[in-house]
């Protein structure tokens, strides 16, 4: 909250006392933020009655403390009303202008730039999850949710300082700090479903773009998973869209439910499941179970049911809660299972792209509030992210980055993946091998 860089750090004590445990917070802070602190410090003695009676026992702590923010000390007292008060404040402000602001420099820390740069660079990402218009709406949005100490903002910059706190054991002054990958700032989603259910037409309503081929021929059937990648509404979404993988051997369902792992790695934040409206047969509840069994039963916080041929719902049922509600027993238990996490799309309608679009996002955001990790993952996923990463690392000290061509190496990784003999997708198969 107070990025930028505070101006002034104010440590509270009674006059000339300072108790162990006050110190130990004191040391800890220091480590965190280093001896520039100093530079900014300012101590503030409460209860000034107590300073005659203190002060001829001054701790030898408390002593360098105060020798080294040169002597910046200033005495509150929290009793007084009116003028006295204000005045008290005022000469705080003073000292704050004379000992800081006119002699040391800006405080500047790798969490506070880390900060700044979370927050700046996650502007358009918040904007939409927070549904604010203006930048000054999303900032008190934000700011309200860590003040709170709860919502998106506060979980990335956490999961971001536990990454500097790890690798740099604090010095983290010394070391330059390894940007946040742009998996962070992504959407993920997976589809499933059988052939021609709407798959490809849902990814391109997605996307707004004929990223994937949707034909009524079978012969355009996909047999590997595909990525359509695009900037919509400010925020980078993935949309991967997958075989059907019941019509695949053992052999293939596995390579290509690997590939989607490493395609959506460290995890997708919705698995939409496509079904063609008042289609579910029981070659559906057969891919769930499947997909159940290799995702594991934590799946269901990201599940969500896609119904295609909306335009079709519209016609018969007049809205797609009329249609839920005669849903048959088959399909209602998958309702269940989701909490009712459903959506139907007409995939033919541009008019009504933009609001279906933006209620599944909106829907995608409440479950990454909700749920402990913003996106889903399992073991699978945890080392199917390190493989990529590895494969980021090594292509980045390989090439000089003269491969990448301006990519994010995430990017050129991930496109390795659509080749089978590429050391992305080898490095993936040996890395999650044991993963059956
Ligand atoms: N009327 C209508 N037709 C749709 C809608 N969504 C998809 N379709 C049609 O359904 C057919 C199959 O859609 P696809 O998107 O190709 O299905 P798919 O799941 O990708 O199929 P495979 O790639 O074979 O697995 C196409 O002819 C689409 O035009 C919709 O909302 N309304
Ligand atoms: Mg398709």
């Known amino acids: 909250m107070t990025q930028p860089g505070p101006t002034a750090f104010l440590m509270v004590v009674r006059p000339y006392v300072l108790t162990t445990e006050q110190y130990k917070a004191f040391e800890k802070f220091l480590k965190i933020f280093g001896e520039e602190i100093y530079k900014h410090l300012i101590i503030i003695f409460t209860r000034p009655k107590e300073t005659s009676e203190n002060c001829r026992k001054i701790p030898e702590q408390l002593r360098n403390i105060l020798c080294k923010c040169n002597n910046n000390l200033i005495y509150f007292d929290n ?57 000054e709406e999303n ?61 490809s037409a849902t990814g391109n309503t997605i996307l707004n773009d004929r990223k994937f081929k949707s034909c009524f021929s079978s012969s355009e059937t996909i047999h590997t998973c595909k990525r359509g990648t695009k900037e919509r509404f400010g925020i980078i979404l993935q949309v991967i869209d997958t075989p059907d993988i019941i019509e695949l ?39 769930i179970s499947k997909l159940e069994t290799y995702f594991g039963h934590e799946m269901w916080n990201y599940f969500f049911l896609i119904f295609s041929h909306g335009d079709e719902i519209q016609q018969k049922h007049g809205s797609l809660e009329t249609f839920v509600k005669k849903a048959p027993s088959n399909l209602n238990q998958i309702l269940i299972k989701c909490q009712r996490r459903c959506i139907a799309f007409n995939n033919k309608s541009e008019k009504l792209n933009e609001r279906q679009v933006q209620d599944l996002i909106t829907k995608i955001r409440d479950i990454i509030l909700q749920n402990a990790t913003d996106h889903f993952r399992n073991e699978r996923y ?50 999650t091998l044991h993963c059956r």
């Open 249 to 287: 051997s053992d052999g293939d369902c596995d390579r290509e439910l690997r590939k989607c792992v490493g395609l959506t790695a460290p995890g997708p934040h919705a698995i939409l499941f496509v079904v063609q409206a008042g289609r579910f047969t029981q070659n559906n509840e057969k891919t």
């Open 79 to 135: 009793h007084l009303k009116g003028i006295e008060r204000d005045k008290q404040v005022k000469n705080l402000l003073e000292l704050i202008d004379k000992e800081i602001c006119k002699k040391a420099d800006t405080f500047k820390h790798t969490f506070y730039e880390e900060a700044e740069r979370i927050i700046t660079n996650s502007h358009n990402y918040l904007r939409l999850l927070y549904n604010k218009d203006t930048p």
């Open 382 to 431: 945890d080392l199917a992210e390190n493989a990529m990463k590895e494969r980021e690392e090594n292509l980045m000290q390989d090439t000089n980055n003269v491969l990448l061509h301006g990519k994010h190496p995430r990017e050129k990784v991930r496109d390795e993946l659509n080749s089978y003999d590429s050391e992305a997708s080898k490095l993936l198969s040996r890395r």
């Open 139 to 199: 900032d008190n949005a934000t700011n309200r949710e860590i003040d709170q100490g709860k919502g998106l903002m506060l979980k990335i910059l956490l999961r971001s300082f536990a990454k500097i706190f790890k690798a740099e054991n604090f010095n983290v002054t010394t070391k330059p700090f390894r940007p946040i990958s742009i998996t962070d700032y992504e959407l993920r989603i997976i589809m499933f479903g059988l052939s021609g259910s709407g798959k």
